[in-house]
């Protein structure tokens, strides 16, 4: 059974920075593509940034590009997610996600598997 636990969320000035972490346990992290999404107070979940299984292709949804940056470690199973430029409308629960294949083969919630329980990024005006 793969449990992973986000950690790094918390309260931030506008223009300030965070860097998120998630610690899977389980065999199946370095061989699976990983993601961040993010759901904000009545809104949907969103895809916010992916990564392929060997750290080597990733891609971003448009409103975070050229501010956030995902990232691995497969020797440690820790996915990473610095957040520079942060904006009021960063503000929501992020969550980290397990896709079912190496690559991102797509960004919706129903192709990862398991997810973590999320931690909070609150950006102040």
């Known amino acids: 059974q793969v449990q992973m636990v986000e950690s790094g969320g918390g309260l931030v000035p506008s223009g300030g920075s965070l860097r998120l972490s998630c610690a899977a346990s389980?065999?199946?992290?370095?061989?699976?593509?990983m993601g961040w999404f993010r759901q904000a107070p009545g809104k949907e979940r969103e895809f916010v940034a992916g990564?392929?299984?060997?750290?080597?292709?990733?891609n971003y949804a448009d409103s975070v590009k050229g501010r956030f940056t995902i990232s691995r470690d497969n020797a440690k199973n820790t996915l990473y997610l610095q957040m520079n430029s942060l904006k009021p409308e960063d503000t929501a629960v992020y969550y980290c996600?397990?896709?079912?294949?190496?690559?991102?083969?797509?960004?919706?919630?129903?192709?990862?598997?398991?997810w973590g329980q999320g931690t909070q990024v609150t950006v102040s005006s």
């Open positions: 996600a397990q896709h079912k294949d190496r690559d991102i083969t797509g960004t919706e919630a129903y192709k990862f598997d398991y």
């Open positions: 389980g065999r199946t992290f370095s061989i699976s593509a």
């Open positions: 990564i392929n299984w060997i750290g080597r292709l990733t």
